[in-house]
Each structure stands twice: as structure tokens, then as C-alpha cells.
């Protein structure tokens, strides 16, 4: 409890309240597709994907298998290992790019799942930075008393949006939810966020044509994600590390503070260059789940974080440097003690 307590004082904080990730839980669908079975629909091989990615497989979704299920199922596993239950949820944030409905918002669909009743819901739009975006909307709500308990859902289907025929992004996303309960604190468990957008490269991944382009025409192609893949790559490997430092610096610690990295898992070289360009030391245990789940947007780092912690790989109390990035291009990071 010392060590605890001394790391939790090093976030700096101007709020009398505080608030901190209390339990963390995550839903994975039961099919599991290898890099084989990507590449019999692409001009591709397993190895070439692996090579250039670090991704092994990935999960997809079945029909029952929506978003608001997804996010629900892991929202249940992070109440539990917070030691609570519906009923206490005051909010519930779900960040999603994939949810294929206006109305009712997924968060509400998750809710009712849930069986939260009477928690207020909303989506937060954020691609796959949704989750570091959501986070630090829910440090604040619980801050300023607003809230008692918020969920933060990030969830996606990805292989909805994706074309498993385009060579460029068919193999890299996944399917499946992580969540993370907020809650309020004796100390600063959530440190500031440093987020922004470079529009500079705002097209660099882009939704291929609007809905209404293809509204009552029967033939017309689906508006799949798209991604300029080299030019996301150089911009992330600079950047990443960048609003890492930005985050480190803003709650007063360094990575010599620092137990685990968990990064959005958008490729394993992005993540090694960042731990390179960090200096990390080797120590610090490195998210690299995209190697079997693929990068899975908005939910890629609760599940990265609630693997590292099943695993034993991060202790409770441990200071965790988390990072998120994507379409925008959206970036946001903070530092969190760990559940």
C-alpha cells in the first residue's frame, strides 16, 4: 500500500475529487480467423501479413454478436472485478466507428442489455482513440460529481466496414469490446488527457463514400473504410511517442514512474517505435495484443489492458501509460493507476 499510495500522489490533479479505473473486463467473439483465411480473398501471404503488421489473427463477429451485446458482456466482467453491479452504473459511454445504426445510440442498446436501468447513455465518436477520449470524459463526470460510477464500452465490428477484398486493410482489423469501470477515489487515479486532431492528414483513414450515395441503389458498392496505410504509418510512429511524453509530463511522472505500456493496437512496429523513441526501460511490460486479436479500434485498449492484468502482467496500483490514435487524425493519451 506505500509504493501505492506514493505513485498515486505523483499524478497531479487540481480537483478536491478524484477518480480512477476501479475493475476492467473484455469480450472476445469465439471465431478466431488466421491469416490463411484472409489471404484467400487477397493478394497476400500469412507471412507478408505478419512481417508487416505483427498480427497472427483476429475475431469476427457472428449476427448475435452486435455491438451493444459485445460491450454489455465486457461491461459485466469490469462491474464484477469492481465488485459491482448494474444498478450502480450512473453512465455508460460507448465508444465505437463501427455501430451501423443512428437510433436508438449503442450506449442506450448497451444499457438495456445490461439491465442498467436508468443510467444515462451516449456514443462517443472518437474511431480508435475513442476509448482514451471516453476516459477522460468519464475522469471528469466522476471529478466534478456529476457521476458515481461510469462505464467506458469500447466496442466494434469491425469486419462490417471493412473490405475483406481490399490487400490494404482486410487483415488488420478485428472484432470485440473492453470496458472500464470510472469511479471515485481518495487519490488521483486518472491523470490528465493530452488529445487533439491533425487535420493535416484528415483522409489518411476515411469512410469510402457516404450512406446517402448508396441509399436505393441496389448495385452500389458499401462504403468501406479506407486507409492510406504508409502515410498513417510515418505520421503514428512520430507522433505517438510524442503525446506519450505530452501525457507523462501533464501528471508529473516519467517513464522511469511507468509499470506497463498499453498503446492502441493499430500495428506492432508503430508499438515498438514508440517504445524505442520512449526509452522505455525494459521493465515496463508492452501491450502487443494486436498479434491475436488485430487492431480492433475504439476497444483495442481495454482489451490489451484487461490481458495484461488477467496475465498477472500489471499489478493493482501500477501506473500504466495508455495512448490512443486514429481517423482524424484523433490522438489522446493519459496516464492510470491500474484497477
Known amino acids: 500500500m506505500g509504493r501505492m499510495k506514493s505513485m498515486t500522489q505523483r499524478i497531479?490533479?487540481?480537483?478536491?475529487?478524484?477518480?480512477?479505473?476501479?475493475?476492467?473486463?473484455?469480450?472476445?467473439?469465439?471465431n478466431v480467423v488466421g491469416n490463411e483465411e484472409i489471404c484467400a480473398l487477397i493478394?497476400?501471404?500469412?507471412?507478408?501479413?505478419?512481417?508487416?503488421?505483427?498480427?497472427?489473427?483476429?475475431?469476427?463477429?457472428?449476427?448475435?454478436e452486435t455491438i451493444p451485446v459485445m460491450g454489455a458482456r465486457a461491461a459485466e466482467k469490469a462491474l464484477s472485478a469492481a465488485g459491482l453491479t448494474p444498478s450502480d452504473v450512473s453512465c455508460v459511454i460507448l465508444c465505437t466507428m463501427s455501430y451501423l445504426y443512428q437510433a436508438p445510440p449503442?450506449?442506450?442498446a448497451c444499457v438495456a442489455e445490461l439491465g442498467a436501468r436508468g443510467a444515462a447513455a451516449f456514443d462517443l465518436g472518437a474511431a480508435c482513440a475513442g476509448f482514451s477520449h471516453s476516459l477522460a470524459v468519464a475522469r471528469d463526470l466522476v471529478a466534478c460529481g456529476q457521476s458515481e460510477h461510469v462505464l467506458v464500452v469500447g466496442a466494434e465490428r469491425m469486419s462490417d466496414i471493412v473490405d475483406p477484398r481490399d490487400r490494404s486493410t482486410?487483415?488488420?482489423?478485428?472484432?470485440?469490446?473492453?470496458?472500464a469501470v470510472v469511479g471515485p477515489a481518495d487519490e488521483p487515479g486518472i491523470g490528465p488527457v493530452v488529445w487533439g486532431t491533425d487535420t493535416e492528414h484528415l483522409g489518411a483513414i476515411r469512410q469510402s463514400r457516404s450512406f446517402a450515395e448508396v441509399r436505393g441503389d441496389p448495385l452500389a458498392r458499401w462504403p468501406f473504410l479506407e486507409m492510406a496505410g504508409p502515410e498513417v504509418f510515418r505520421w503514428a510512429i512520430g507522433a505517438v511517442?510524442?503525446?506519450?511524453?505530452?501525457?507523462?509530463?501533464?501528471?508529473?511522472?516519467?517513464?522511469?514512474?511507468?509499470?506497463?505500456?498499453?498503446?492502441?493496437?493499430?500495428?506492432?512496429?508503430?508499438?515498438?517505435?514508440?517504445?524505442?523513441?520512449?526509452?522505455?526501460?525494459?521493465?515496463?511490460?508492452?501491450?502487443?495484443?494486436?498479434?491475436?486479436?488485430?487492431?480492433?479500434?475504439?476497444?483495442?485498449?481495454?482489451?490489451?489492458?484487461?490481458?495484461?492484468a488477467a496475465a498477472g502482467r500489471v499489478r493493482p496500483g501500477?501506473?500504466?501509460?495508455?495512448?490512443?490514435?486514429?481517423?482524424?487524425?484523433?490522438?489522446?493519451?493519459?496516464?492510470?493507476v491500474a484497477p
Open 12 to 30: 497531479r490533479s487540481s480537483s478536491s475529487r478524484f477518480s480512477r479505473i476501479l475493475g476492467v473486463g473484455s469480450y472476445r467473439p469465439g
Open 43 to 64: 493478394d497476400s501471404d500469412p507471412e507478408w501479413i505478419e512481417k508487416r503488421s505483427g498480427i497472427r489473427t483476429r475475431h469476427f463477429a457472428d449476427a448475435d
Open 106 to 108: 449503442a450506449a442506450a
Open 170 to 179: 482486410a487483415f488488420i482489423f478485428g472484432d470485440g469490446a473492453g470496458a
Open 241 to 308: 511517442a510524442e503525446v506519450c511524453r505530452q501525457a507523462l509530463a501533464a501528471s508529473g511522472v516519467t517513464v522511469r514512474d511507468i509499470e506497463a505500456f498499453v498503446p492502441h493496437q493499430a500495428n506492432v512496429r508503430i508499438v515498438d517505435a514508440a517504445v524505442k523513441a520512449l526509452r522505455l526501460p525494459a521493465s515496463v511490460e508492452v501491450a502487443r495484443t494486436v498479434r491475436e486479436d488485430g487492431n480492433v479500434s475504439g476497444a483495442s485498449i481495454p482489451l490489451a489492458l484487461d490481458t495484461l
Open 318 to 336: 501500477a501506473l500504466v501509460l495508455t495512448a490512443g490514435f486514429g481517423s482524424g487524425l484523433s490522438y489522446s493519451a493519459q496516464v492510470v
